[in-house]
């Protein structure tokens, strides 16, 4: 019964930057850790960034410095705000959640998923 409804994909040129949205319902939203996945055609799904239910925030290396993952716990609402973007940060995006409300960018082990937004990044 717990839904992700993600938004804010599209295409950017190289160095730009894009905002992701996801909304979340039928869940106690301050009670799981959140995170954002992506996948590129070919390869396996990977984690991006984490913020579990105390705020700690985590990133793959290859983000850090450039994406920043938010709560908005009024709106229920995460956010992956994406700056200098690139053409390797091409892929299907996805919101997940996770029960465990404490896991790290390695042991992340989402529940829940939502449909995926697409972002392009185009040189």
């Known amino acids: 019964q717990v839904q992700l409804v993600e938004s804010g994909g599209g295409s950017v040129q190289a160095g730009g930057s894009l905002r992701l949205s996801c909304t979340a319902s039928g869940l106690t939203f301050a009670a799981y850790a959140m995170g954002w996945f992506r996948q590129a055609p070919g390869k396996e799904r990977e984690g991006v960034a984490l913020i579990d239910s105390g705020g700690r925030t985590y990133y793959a290396d290859s983000v850090k410095g450039r994406f920043t993952i938010s709560r908005d716990y009024a709106k229920n609402t995460l956010y992956l705000q994406m700056n200098s973007l690139k053409p390797e940060d091409t892929a299907t995006y996805y919101c997940?959640?996770?029960?465990?409300?404490?896991?790290?960018?390695?042991?992340?082990?989402?529940?829940?998923w939502g449909q995926g937004t697409q972002v392009t990044v185009s040189s």
């Open positions: 997940a959640v996770d029960r465990a409300s404490y896991p790290t960018i390695a042991t992340m082990t989402p529940d829940y």
